[in-house]
DNA sequence: CAACCAATCAACGAATCAGTTGAATATTAG
DNA sequence: CTAATATTCAACTGATTCGTTGATTGGTTG
């Protein structure tokens, strides 16, 4: 039987998908990509990473079918091969938010701690976002925006909140998002809204989970 | 903002879980240690490795919180830490077969060309077993088997099937299951029922999927 | 205690990986 | 065509990973 050619074959290929997720480095620009394509000089800046370094990694990523790269002109946009990745991010998250307590910790300092524990579960957002019951912030750049967002989101990015709360209706509650339930932007926004009063909640996932779970998505 | 810490931290931290099953020899360690708790020199022997290798890897996994060792006299048992590690390895399965041509070309060669890719969808199985119209088959080793199975499943051994066929009954469609998606042993035994003249198919998943999903399970 | 066995540890070489630097390629602008 | 810019490539260093070998620990048995 040539079935142990197969097993080391199939596992040495799953393997090179694991790993391609396993560097920190590739995990956030992952996160960035998962907002929209993006090009190589972008990615690069916003990860701190030399242009060089985010190229490689970002091969790595190809490589290993977590995502597609476009050429336009002269720069290479990237953008995510589809929906299973966003899933296979979740799963690593789930695994190490439940079975390593140095994520559990940074977790509860960095976000429980500033949000009261109540995230806003998504199928409650749909919901009374229909009523008209919330506003709906999105509070990432407005790149990230334009790619896609939650249908009747408001974008305000988390930096310029401060100058364009008159765009926010008093009363109604808002709830923001951002890119991924890792991402700081609405921990900080929420904490802002409600020092000027607002009642603020965070969505629990980002946007690309959202659309990951087949949700609808406007543009 | 000390953002920068917390996301330079957690990504460390799920970089690890990824890295854990960056592997093949530890994907296969997995896949045995799913089916139930096993000792270091029985996983040693599945998987070929010599046992200080085995006892590094799995050390390994421990270390990244995908399994857990309970010592247990003069041998050490390792088990899977929960559910959530399975819908982890599923996820990754997913994107390798969605994302890798050479995934797709390898299941399709050594699954699909010889079980005419009609798999068994899980709810169909529950259904029509409780009815009694199929006879559910675990072709697992039994030590496998005893430590947890379908409900109302008849376990033969895939390698003991030929001498076996009294017990299954000629008329009823047999549904066999085993270690998961990519093991063997049901496609085998699904090829030899069909060569005898038995309706036979294959479970889509295999025991630790169906576990992982919270469907009932029997010990 | 001594013998024995499962498991881990320590140390080593080969291989792979991560990041930098500087050169090469490709596409657009002038 | 030339210049400018985005990206990739090549070469190299230091760090990490994988597997083996042989020694060591820890618990059981006679």
Redesign the pocket.
Known sequence: MSSGRFKQDLYGQLARVA?AI?????LELLEYIAQGSR????L?AMTR????????????LRQAGLVR?R????????ELAGPDVVDLLSAVRIVGETRLAEVEQLVRTYIDARDDLEPVPVDEVLRRARQGLVTVLDVRPPEEYAAGHLPGAVNIAADSLAGHLKSLPRGREVVAYCRGPYCLLSVDAVAFLRERGYKARRLENGFPEWKAAGLPVET
């Open positions: 790993r396993g560097h920190p480095n590739r090009p190589v000089d972008e690069a990473l030399s242009v060089a370094n985010a190229s490689k990694h970002l091969q790595d790269a050429k336009e002109g002269v720069r290479v946009y990237y």
